[in-house]
């Protein structure tokens, strides 16, 4: 039997699963942060090793059961470096090399868009856009919070406190967003922000309060409405340049889809995008995410193996695999 792993890791959480040529879950696990940025390369080893570990102990097997891999793993790419290591660590835990490793973008893409061409976006603690058409793979976006991650949880967070410091100071009309950031973050007075924001001062942190943004927009503030659409525009945008790097013809109807935390606000970001996409001068069609991008990592192992997962097996597969 053919059994495929797909590893879909994350700054907060890294997902294992394993699943057989016709697409039944054999075995699944939930492991902490395989960010190795901040956990280092040890520390990314051992949340491989022991969520590997979990599998083969659930479905009753061992390594050398697995037909192929992929490990989609964040900030592979991104440190030419440190890459080699990152391509050569899975080989130790598994004592064999058919896998491969990637971005965690590329399991996103894959479980969004069933591992058809098309394009992807990622917009979660960071944001990035990824897409594939005839074998060729193009990105952009992904540059960090400090100077890029448009549209992202972060960047729509950051935008979001700068409203509240206008409001406080009187430069705009104080609306719901105010009140939302005073009451949940506790301020006592409205200086206080400050210290509240350099208290949670790393990405996951200022990422969390985007829901607040989303909070005050569904309360109909104007200015954090208009912040999910300026963020619409600036995937929109990201989208734009994948599309041009891979040359898609001009009249391609590109299929477009989502994952990501942000995507959690619905039409407060889905129909802005729409929108902004329908304005570019090429068409798109922006679709429901099919599958998880752990479900889509294992897709990927699948089709690196020569071995791509039949519609009757992409169908069972849903029965645990669709996005929340």
Known sequence: MSLFLGVDGGGSKTHFVLVDHDGNLAAAHEGPSSYHVEIGLDGLRGVLAAGLATLFRQSDIDDRAITHAFFGLPAYGEDSAVQPL????????????????????????????????GINIVAGTGSIVYGERNGKS?????????????????W???????VFTRMSDGRLPKGPLYQTFKASLELHDDLDLY???MNAHDRRGIAAMAPLVAAAAQDGDVSAIRIFDDA???????????RGALKFAPDD??????????????????APLQRHLAKQPYPYRLTTPMFTPVAGAAIRAAKL???????TAMRRLTTFSRPS
């Open 232 to 242: 619409a525009y600036e995937l929109a945008d990201i989208v734009g340049a994948v």
């Open 138 to 154: 193009a990105r952009a976006g992904g540059w960090g919070e400090l100077f890029g991650d448009e549209g992202s949880a972060y």
């Open 86 to 117: 990152l391509d050569a660590m899975p080989a130790a835990l598994l004592g064999h090399r058919r896998y491969r490793c990637g971005n965690d973008m590329v399991c996103a893409f894959a479980g969004s868009l069933g591992g058809e061409d």
């Open 156 to 162: 729509i967070a950051v935008q979001g406190l700068n």
């Open 195 to 197: 210290v509240k924001v």
């Open 305 to 311: 193996a020569g071995k791509p997962l039949s519609d």
């Open 253 to 270: 109807g590109v299929p477009v889809s989502y994952s990501g935390g942000v995507f959690n606000a619905g039409s407060l970001i889905l």
